[in-house]
C-alpha cells in the first residue's frame, strides 16, 4: 500500500472517530461551562440514544426518523432528570452532582439491560450510506466520511447556536452572571434545564450515529465516559472550541496509535492528558487553573 | 478506644459462631472496610475526592500477587510491603495530581488509574494482562507458622490490618498534622496564609491513604487467589467513594460501615435479582440528595455532634 492513500484514508477516519467524540465532549463541556456540573451519565446518555436509535429503526424502519426521535426522547430525560433531581442540588459543591450522575449511570445501565437485554444490537447502515468510495485507489465506506461531515455540521450549527440565537445569548449570559441573567428577569432554572437536556441530547445524536458502526450495546457507556472525559480535560472543562481539539487530538492518537504502537495506544491517550494538564492545569483553552 | 476494643473482641469472636461462606463475605467486608477508610483520609479530611481510588487497591493487589508469586517472603509481610510500594508510588502521583484542585484533581486522579489500568492490559509479565494473575498462595511464615494460610487465620490478618490501619489513621487525624488537614478542607486559601505547605499535606496525605488502600489491595489478592484488571477499573473507584459517601465521610468508622453496607445489600439483592446495580445506584442518589451526612451522620442527627470532627 502506498503512503499518501493511507495516510488519506487513516486521517479521515480519525477524523469520522473525533466527530463521533466531539457530540460527546460538546455536550460535556456544555454542561459544564454552564452548570458547573461534571456529567458522570454523560457515557450513559450515550448509550441510550443508540438503543433508542436501534428500538426507532426497528419500528420505522428509517434511520433519519431515528436520527431525529434518539436526541429528543435522551434530551427530555436528560432535562427531566435535570427538573427532578440535579435542581435540588444547587447550592451544594461540584461533587455531589459527580456523585449523583455516577448513581444514575448505574441505573441507567440496569434499566437499558432490562428493557434491552444484554445482547449488542447491530443497527443497519441506511441504504443511502451503505456504500464504499475509492479516495486515491483505496476503499472507504461513505458512513465514515458522513460522519465526519455531519460532525462539522453539527459543531457549526452549535456555534451559530450560540452566537447568533437568543437562547444562546441567554446561555452564554448564564454562563458568566447567572445571578445578574436572573435579576433582569430570565428563569435562569428553564436555561439550565434546558442546556442539560441539549447537552444530552448530544450524546444521544452521537448514540445513534455510532450505533451502526460498534453496535449498540452494554459495554459503551464507561468506555464513552472515559474518552469524554479525557476530551474535555484535554480541551479545558467548559471550553467549546477546547472540545472540537481534544476531539481531534484524541482521535488521531487513537488511530494512528493503534496502527504504529497498538500495545501502547490507549496510554499514550492518558499521558497526553497528563502531560497538558502538568502543564496547563485549567486544560488548553480552560480557564480556571 | 473503650469501643474499639469491644468492636475488636466482637469481631474476634465472630469464627466461633458463623459458617464458612458468612466468614467469606465477612473477611471481603474488612478488606473493603480498610480500602474505604483509606479513602477517608482524602475526600473526609482534606477534601481531595479522588475518583481514582482503584490505583491504591490494584497496585497493592498486583504487588502483593508478584510478590507471593515469585518469592518466599511470608503472607503478612507481603501485604505490608504492597502498602508500602504503593504508598511510595503514590507521592508521584500525588505531586502530579495535587497541581490541580476542585473537580480537576478528581479528573487527574481518574486518569491515573486509567493509565495503569492501560498499562496493566499491556504489561503481561509482571500483570498477565487481561487474563491476570492466577493461583496466588497465601505463602506461609513468619517463622514457619501455616496459621495465617488458612481461612480463620487469614481472616484474622485482614482484622488485624484493619484496626491497625484504623488506629494509625485516627492518630493521624488527630495529631497537628490532621489538624491542618481540616484546615485544607475547610479553607485552603486561609491555611495556605497561615504559612502552611499545603500542598506537601496533601501529598503526605494522598501517601498515607495509598498505602492503607494498597494493603487492602494487598489482602485481596491472597483472599481471592488472583488479581486482574478489574481491580484497577474506574468502576471499582466509584464504588469505594459510594461507600465513603454512604457511610459518612470525615469519621474513618462510616465509610467501614459503608463498605459493609454495601457488600451485604450487594449480596442480598443478588439473591434476589440480577439488576442489584439498579437498586444501588437508587439508593446511593437518595444519600446525595437526603442524607450527604452518610448512615453515621443519620444515626448521630439529633445528638450533640462531636467536636473533634
Known amino acids: 500500500m502506498d503512503v499518501l492513500p493511507f495516510l488519506v484514508t487513516q486521517c479521515l477516519n480519525a477524523l469520522s472517530q473525533a466527530a463521533l467524540l466531539f457530540f460527546l465532549g460538546c455536550g460535556l463541556t ?12 454523560h457515557g450513559a446518555f450515550f448509550m441510550l440514544g443508540a438503543y433508542v436509535g436501534w428500538s426507532a429503526v426497528r419500528l420505522t424502519g428509517n434511520f433519519w426518523l431515528a436520527l431525529i426521535a434518539a436526541p429528543l426522547l435522551v434530551g427530555g430525560f436528560g432535562a427531566a432528570f435535570e427538573l427532578g433531581i440535579l435542581r435540588r442540588l444547587y447550592g451544594r459543591d461540584g461533587h455531589a452532582f459527580l456523585m449523583v450522575t455516577f448513581g444514575l449511570t448505574l441505573v441507567m445501565g440496569e434499566v437499558i439491560r432490562l428493557l434491552w437485554g444484554v445482547e449488542a444490537l447491530q443497527v443497519q447502515i441506511p441504504a443511502a450510506l451503505s456504500d464504499i468510495v475509492f479516495i486515491l485507489d483505496e476503499p472507504f465506506p461513505i458512513y465514515r466520511l458522513f460522519l465526519a461531515g455531519s460532525g462539522i455540521v453539527v459543531g457549526l450549527t452549535i456555534w451559530q447556536f450560540l452566537e447568533r440565537t437568543r437562547l444562546g445569548l441567554l446561555i452564554r449570559a448564564t454562563s458568566q452572571n447567572a445571578e445578574m441573567v ?15 437536556g441539549i447537552g444530552c441530547g448530544l450524546a444521544g445524536i452521537g448514540g445513534v450515529l455510532a450505533a451502526p458502526m460498534v453496535t449498540a450495546s452494554l459495554g459503551m457507556a464507561p468506555n464513552a465516559v472515559i474518552d469524554t472525559f479525557v476530551i474535555v480535560i484535554i480541551g479545558g472543562m467548559g471550553s467549546f472550541l477546547g472540545s472540537m481539539i481534544g476531539a481531534l487530538l484524541v482521535a488521531f492518537v487513537q488511530v494512528f496509535g493503534s496502527y ?3 500495545d ?19 486544560g488548553l483553552l480552560g480557564k480556571e487553573a | 478506644m473503650r469501643t474499639t476494643l469491644a468492636v475488636a473482641a466482637l469481631l474476634a469472636l465472630m469464627p466461633l459462631g458463623l459458617p464458612p461462606y458468612a466468614m467469606t463475605l465477612l473477611t471481603e467486608a474488612l478488606i473493603m472496610g480498610l480500602f474505604a477508610m483509606s479513602l477517608d483520609l482524602m475526600v473526609g479530611y ?4 479522588s475518583f481514582g481510588h482503584a490505583a491504591a487497591y490494584g497496585l497493592g493487589a498486583y504487588t502483593c500477587g508478584n510478590i507471593l508469586l515469585h518469592t518466599d517472603i511470608p503472607l503478612p509481610f507481603a501485604v505490608l510491603l504492597s502498602g508500602l510500594f504503593s504508598g511510595t508510588v503514590s507521592i508521584g502521583v500525588a505531586w502530579v495530581c495535587t497541581q490541580a484542585t476542585g473537580v480537576s484533581f478528581s479528573m487527574l486522579t481518574l486518569a491515573f488509574a486509567q493509565l495503569l489500568y492501560a498499562v496493566a492490559f499491556k504489561w503481561t509479565d509482571a500483570t498477565g494482562a487481561s487474563d491476570g494473575l492466577a493461583g496466588i498462595p497465601r505463602r506461609p511464615g513468619p517463622f514457619g507458622t501455616t496459621f495465617f494460610a488458612s481461612k480463620i487465620g487469614f481472616y484474622y490478618l485482614t482484622m488485624a490490618c484493619l484496626f491497625g490501619g484504623f488506629l494509625f489513621a485516627r492518630a493521624l487525624v488527630r495529631s497537628p498534622f490532621g489538624a491542618v488537614l481540616r484546615g485544607i478542607r475547610e479553607n485552603e486559601a486561609k491555611t495556605l496564609s497561615l504559612g502552611y505547605n499545603t500542598r506537601l499535606y496533601k501529598i503526605a496525605v494522598v501517601a498515607a491513604s495509598y498505602m492503607l488502600g494498597g494493603m487492602a489491595g494487598a489482602l485481596y489478592a491472597p483472599f481471592a487467589g488472583f488479581a486482574n484488571t478489574e481491580l484497577l477499573f474506574w468502576l471499582l473507584s466509584g464504588q469505594v467513594l459510594i461507600m465513603v459517601i ?9 465509610p467501614i460501615l459503608g463498605a459493609a453496607f454495601f457488600l451485604f445489600v450487594q449480596q442480598q439483592l443478588s439473591i434476589y435479582t440480577d439488576s442489584w446495580a439498579l437498586f444501588f445506584g437508587v439508593i446511593f442518589i437518595g444519600f446525595v440528595l437526603f442524607a450527604p451526612q452518610g448512615i453515621l451522620g443519620l444515626a448521630r442527627r439529633g445528638r450533640p455532634t462531636e467536636q473533634h470532627r
Request: hydrophobic share 60%; glycine share 12%.
Open chain 1, 182 to 196: 436572573h435579576a433582569l428577569g430570565t428563569d435562569v432554572r428553564l436555561v439550565r434545564s434546558a442546556v442539560f
Open chain 1, 30 to 41: 456544555l454542561i459544564f461551562g454552564i452548570m458547573r456540573i461534571v456529567n458522570f451519565a
Open chain 2, 46 to 49: 482534606a477534601r481531595l475526592i
Open chain 1, 260 to 262: 504504529y504502537f497498538p
Open chain 1, 264 to 282: 501502547l495506544a490507549m496510554a499514550f491517550m492518558y499521558l497526553i492528558m497528563l502531560t497538558i494538564l502538568v502543564v496547563r492545569p485549567g
Open chain 2, 246 to 254: 454512604v457511610g459518612g465521610t470525615g469519621t474513618l468508622v462510616g
